[in-house]
């Protein structure tokens, strides 16, 4: 087998080498702060937890199998998690749940950036040992790249005081949090930096993290530390009442062009630094579901959680023939991918995947700022 170059700078060069997550042990984890304020009110997870019945598992492996076989069969490198016993609890100094989550979305933990691979704090309880799942990669990882660096941002200690108890309540509504989460008002405080790899998106130089229930300032501020050689850009989207996660509400697909969710569309003031230099902003298609599949965290629009493979070239949930017809609009080829039966285990095409190598160099896309 090839030897390991970590490197990848953006969102859209020629994929190499990938991570595609597994569905494995995967928990429905029990109730904690974080995870209460992103679980939807209606949403039929709520109230239970456990492992996740085993056919649902097999089938999500199933067709995570099939989309790592189609990438290789484009000749990308495929490499999986090593997934740890989710059933067992996480018990800390400062708190204790009584079971994890799972190892299907490295997107979520893990930020590459060149040729490093950061892990990110995380926010959720259950999610505080889930680096270890990709442990076993990040060691073969640094014994072949002799330039790969592997960087763990502090880890949170997550009290209750990193929660606004304002979000513990069932029934909120769904005007309420919207009213919420456009002042920005999200259910992490600002005792401590968090945050999740899956609110940074990467355009060479410049680092766009959305603020929201999984990120919050200090954590932004703490990436801006330390990618000290990047402009970093915080955004939020008004729109989203269950903000988590920047990969199903703002898709660049190549430069120039981004996908924005028309539910949750970035403020005028935080377009400037795209309309400066030439980038186009296009809604995204509309998902071709009314609902997210049975337990699933997510919403509809992982229908814009798409993989690009290189900047004519797009992975797209083969249900999502809105989605796929925009793409071909826009100059994508696509190539087909079933993962619908996936998502409930923590996203989509982009999500389930996490970059190791793309043909790329850190280029300023932004000059005019
Ligand atoms: N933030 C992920 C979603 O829209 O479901």
């Not at 095409?349 to 932004?366: G, I």
């Amino acid at each position: 087998m090839e030897k390991t170059v970590v490197n990848s700078w953006n969102e859209w060069d020629p994929l190499k080498h990938v991570i595609v997550g597994r569905a494995d042990n995967c928990h429905i984890p029990p109730e904690e702060p974080a995870l209460d304020a992103k679980v939807p009110e209606d949403s039929d997870m709520r109230g239970q937890h456990g492992m996740r019945p085993l056919h649902t598992i097999d089938l999500a492996n199933d067709l995570l199998d099939q989309f790592a076989k189609q990438l290789e069969a484009r000749g990308i490198r495929v490499d999986r998690p090593t997934p740890i016993d989710h059933s067992l609890p996480v018990t800390t100094p400062d708190f204790h749940t009584d079971s994890q989550f799972g190892c299907m979305p490295p997107r979520d933990v893990l930020l590459t950036v060149g040729s490093e691979i950061l892990e990110a704090t995380m926010s959720y309880r259950c999610r505080w040992f889930e680096y270890l799942n990709y442990r076993p990669l990040m060691e073969q990882y640094f014994d072949e790249d002799p330039n790969f660096r592997h960087e763990t941002a502090p880890k949170p200690r997550l009290t209750d005081a990193d929660y606004r108890p304002d979000y513990l309540s069932e029934k909120i509504g769904v005007d309420k949090r919207l009213k919420w989460t456009a002042k920005k008002f999200f259910v992490t405080t600002e005792v401590e930096p968090l945050f999740d790899a899956a609110d940074v998106l990467r355009f060479g130089k410049d680092l766009v993290v959305q603020h929201g229930f999984t990120t919050n300032l200090k954590g932004i501020e703490w990436l801006r530390r330390h990618f000290s050689e990047h402009r970093v850009h915080p955004v939020n989207f008004p729109g989203d009442p269950y903000p988590i996660h920047i990969d199903a509400t703002f898709t660049p697909l190549r430069p120039g062009l981004i996908l924005n969710n028309p539910h949750r569309r970035l403020p005028d003031d935080q377009r400037v630094m795209f309309e400066k230099n030439g980038w186009e902003i296009v809604d995204a298609a509309q998902p071709a579901h009314n609902t997210p599949p049975d337990l699933c965290y997510s919403s509809v629009w992982l229908s814009m959680n798409v993989l690009v493979l290189d900047p004519k070239t797009v992975c797209v949930e083969k249900s999502e023939v809105y989605q796929a017809e925009q793409m071909d609009k826009l100059g994508m080829e696509v190539v087909e991918v079933e993962l619908r039966d996936a998502y409930a285990f923590g996203g989509g095409l982009h999500c389930c995947t996490a970059d190791v190598y793309r043909e790329s160099t850190c280029e300023d896309y932004f000059p005019n700022m």
